[in-house]
């Protein structure tokens, strides 16, 4: 066993996973954390893993749910996170929610308890030192100033983001193709493009008028006191844009200029809505210049207003918050680690990905990938066919940079979904096909099933027959 420890800056949700599983690998963790020393504007306690709004970990159902798969992957590679949540569950219908003091005060015990794991209550205030060979940063969204402008000094001033400027991403397999069609404007081709690159939803004037007012009716977040009100262009709110003139989002974001309706070519559409892909797999489309602070059900009301869109399925909804993290797929390899400088790796909602148990995930999978390296062994990357490979997979290489943008970022933050993952058919039932909701929940069982067969080979675990992979996963 080595001396040297691997360093892990901020204990959070991510940064607490990562010390449990190299501590597990035998290898000695110093896990560096500013509370109390130095606060967030969202922490309240001194508690390692503290859960800053809601108590809930999501759906805990692992056969049609990609939250609830990503618990099951968690459990079965000896999460604490998972074990600390199990323990301290409170009622919450499908959901996993747990006493959040409760929650974190296990965490904390847990870590504190181990003999390899060494708490320092310190501010690191810029990148490590080159004597930490091996370095974790799992600071968060709100990474605390000093070292942010650190990384941002390493990366390039565009590769942090201080905000995410979210608009909605569909599945594409619940668009309405009848009404929808594919074209770029004007066919330009563009490079890698084909001049069919986006999927154009029209309106006439009667439905541009009511969305429009739609848009400026409907429920919206506020921003937090300490977030302020980041609009700069480029990522003005769409709502916003409705208030400034019913006209404005029709010379904007849902100008019909060079597009010609496939399925009526000869009505001009008076605006239209465009969805760009947004992954390699092709089953995801953002609505583009959709970012918005639209309340979650408003996004779902108001957008399924939109021609093509009214059964539309979403794999993540818009926002707009303060948030630091990094433009990954550029800067991180396959394992988490900064290509410009290897052995410092990051982990967490700081990478990219969204959520508490997203977060964990990652946070879990660079502890691994850091121990695999110390201990000489090979970095095994989690196949895309899990839940853990898919979201890094998002991480790391799926998301599609636009072409005709060059220059622009596109790469937002996402929870996990299913629209992350390879596609699969979905099975028959007695040689007949299945159709509607029957097709969505057997595609699903089939994509979790392919899932947590596929962990258990990578974890190295036994197989089990496929019933009750999913039975156990589910437990
Ligand atoms: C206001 C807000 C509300 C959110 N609500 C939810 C929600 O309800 N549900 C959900 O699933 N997700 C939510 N999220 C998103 C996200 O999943 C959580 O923020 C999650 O905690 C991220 O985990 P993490 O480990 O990456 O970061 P964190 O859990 O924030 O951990 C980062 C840690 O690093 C420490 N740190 C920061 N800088 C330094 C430094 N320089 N030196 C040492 N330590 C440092 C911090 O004190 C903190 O403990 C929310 C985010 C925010 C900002």
């Known amino acids: 066993m080595t001396s ?57 159902d692992a056969q049609a749910n990609a939250v609830g798969l990503l618990h099951a992957e968690m459990r079965l590679a000896d999460s604490l996170i998972m074990a600390c949540a199990d323990a301290n569950q409170v009622p ?27 708490i320092e209550r310190e501010e690191v205030a810029g990148l490590p030192p080159e004597a930490w060979n091996q370095v974790i940063i799992a600071t968060g969204p709100l990474t605390a100033p000093n070292l942010a402008s650190a990384i941002q000094a390493q990366t390039g001033a565009d590769a942090l983001a ?24 004007y066919d330009k081709v563009g490079p890698g493009g084909t001049g069919k690159d986006y999927i154009n939803c029209p309106m006439d004037k009667d439905q541009y008028y009511a969305f429009v007012q739609a848009l400026i009716d409907g429920g919206k977040t506020e921003f937090k006191e300490w977030e302020g009100t980041p609009y700069f262009d480029g990522c003005l709110p769409i709502e916003v844009m409705a208030e400034r003139g019913v006209e404005t989002p029709r010379h904007g974001p849902m100008k019909p200029m060079g597009l010609t309706n496939a399925h009526n070519p000869q009505t001009k559409a008076y605006a239209v809505v465009q969805l760009r892909q947004d992954n390699a797999l092709g089953t995801l489309y953002n609505m583009v210049g959709f970012q918005t602070k639209l309340k979650h059900a408003e996004q779902v009301r108001i957008f399924r207003m939109i021609p093509g869109l009214e059964n539309a399925d979403f794999a993540r909804l818009g926002g707009l918050h303060r948030n630091t993290y990094l433009n990954s797929p ?76 060059p220059g622009k970022r596109s790469f937002q933050p996402m929870n996990v979904n299913f629209g992350l993952f390879p596609p699969v058919e979905a099975p028959k039932t007695a040689g007949k096909r299945l159709r509607g909701k029957d ?14 067969a596929d962990c258990r080979e990578w974890l190295g675990l036994p197989a089990l027959p496929v019933v009750e992979e999913v039975a156990e996963a589910a437990e």
Not at 94 to 100: F, I, M, P
Not at 162 to 179: C, E, G, L, R
């Open 92 to 118: 919450a219908g499908s959901a996993l929610a747990v006493d959040r003091e409760g929650f974190s005060q296990a965490v904390t015990a847990k870590l504190e308890a181990h003999p390899l794991i060494t």
């Open 4 to 60: 040297n420890p691997i360093h892990i800056i901020g204990g959070g949700l991510a940064g607490s996973e990562a010390a449990w599983q190299i501590a597990s690998a035998g290898i000695p963790v110093k896990l560096h954390e500013m509370r109390p020393v130095r606060g967030t504007e969202a922490h309240k306690t001194d508690g390692l893993a503290e859960l800053v709004c809601s108590n809930s970990f999501r759906s805990d």
């Open 162 to 185: 201080f905000f995410d400027a979210i608009a909605p991403i569909v599945h594409f397999d619940t668009i309405d193709m009848n009404k929808a069609w594919f074209q770029s404007r």
């Open 330 to 405: 550029t800067l991180l390899d396959h394992s988490l680690q900064l290509k410009s400088r290897p052995g410092l790796r990051f982990a967490g909602q700081i990478t990219g990905c969204e959520g508490y148990v997203e977060s964990s995930a990652i946070g879990l999978l660079a502890g691994r990938f850091a121990a695999a390296e110390r201990n000489g062994t090979p970095v095994s990357v989690p196949p895309y066919t899990t839940a853990f490979g898919a979201l890094l997979g998002h991480i790391t290489g799926g998301h599609i940079v636009s072409d005709d943008e």
């Open 439 to 452: 097709k969505i929940v057997a595609k699903r069982h089939a994509i979790t099933s392919r899932a947590i």
